[in-house]
């Protein structure tokens, strides 16, 4: 499979306003059972948002607002309490596994530690040809050669195949990740702090390389982060999650330059700075409540 199959569907990017989503989250509940609590705690309530083809949104919000379990749901990986998924229009909210797994060709993940999704005791191209063989059927050398490919893609030699997890520094082993994810022509790639974990330099590198695969092909992103500086550099747009609710969001230019509410303002000041004062104040502005009446901004 050459890396420079067309991908399905119209790929003009962000200009396309009116194109239907790729990925349909509508009014989603997700509820999480607490062990001993006779009350579960509600992890997203009525969450919406949609990803058209070839369009970056960054979901962003701090530690504990609803980020991570909004990418699992898109995954199946937590039920659905209430609303819908939808993929290109079809209903992808409870599938079986069969039906789950012939999805993950269109959409995948990167997690935030790569180190946890290898295998140390096997080479990083023995756990990426079997992802590849499961999803898509490749007899083992064309796994091999688009999986050189693909490394080449991420800027890494092709010859990374036969190396062990443990060889590869943080950063080299998520563009690995990164390449894996690639193997069968997704059409969305959720990143879920993707690139939180690496050392600046390398974070602009995997950024850079994250833009580029979407200029070359077509994909969208699901970029969620708690960090909104990443998503300025990346996203077409954003949306704005707290305690499990979306409270803002709109293109990168509203969200980021004329925030609407004092939580995102929040977000925005909170890039890390060394002033003890200054991490005081602005710890105390992410507590103080939401503005009340703040109308949600759905810009398109
Ligand atoms: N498996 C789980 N069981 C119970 N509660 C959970 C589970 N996973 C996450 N939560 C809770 O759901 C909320 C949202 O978590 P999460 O989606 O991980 O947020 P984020 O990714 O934005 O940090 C948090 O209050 C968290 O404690
Ligand atoms: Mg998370």
Not at 187 to 194: S, T, V
Not at 283 to 298: D, I, M, Y
Request: with cysteine; glycine share 10%; hydrophobic share 40%.
């Amino acid at each position: 499979m050459p890396l420079t199959e067309p991908p399905a569907g119209p790929l003009t990017g962000p200009a396309t306003g009116s194109a239907r989503p790729l990925l349909e989250v509508a009014g989603v509940t997700v509820r999480y059972q607490g062990r001993r609590r006779l009350r579960s705690t509600s992890a997203l309530t009525e969450v919406s948002l949609d990803v058209r083809p070839g369009e970056t949104v960054g979901l962003v919000g701090e530690s504990g607002s609803g980020k991570t379990t909004l990418g699992k749901a898109v995954l199946g990986l937590v039920p659905v309490a209430h609303g819908a998924v939808r993929l290109d229009g079809r209903d992808i909210t409870r599938l079986g596994g069969r039906e789950r797994r012939a999805l993950s060709r269109d959409v995948q993940v990167v997690f935030q530690n790569p180190y946890l999704s290898f295998n140390p005791s096997r080479t990083v191209g023995q756990t990426v040809a079997e992802t590849t063989t499961m999803l898509r059927d490749m007899r083992p050398a064309q796994v091999a050669a688009r999986m050189a490919e693909m490394l080449e893609a991420v800027g890494l030699d092709g010859a990374a195949a036969g190396r062990y997890p443990g060889q590869f520094s943080g950063g080299q082993l998520q563009r690995i990740a990164i390449a894996r994810a690639l193997m069968p022509s997704p059409r969305l790639l959720i990143c879920d702090e993707a690139v939180s974990a690496l050392d600046l330099s390398v974070q602009a590198q995997v950024l850079n390389l994250l833009a580029d695969l979407r200029e070359r092909h077509g994909l969208a992103y699901l970029f969620i982060t708690h960090d909104l500086a990443v998503v300025r550099h990346l996203a077409d747009r954003v949306v704005v999650l707290r305690r499990g609710r979306v409270v803002e969001s709109g293109t990168v230019t509203e969200v980021c330059e004329h925030p609407r509410h004092s939580y995102t303002r929040a977000l925005l000041a909170a890039a890390p700075v060394a002033d003890p004062g200054e991490q005081a104040r602005r710890r105390e502005l992410r507590r103080s409540p939401a503005t009340a009446g703040t109308p949600e901004r759905n810009a398109r």
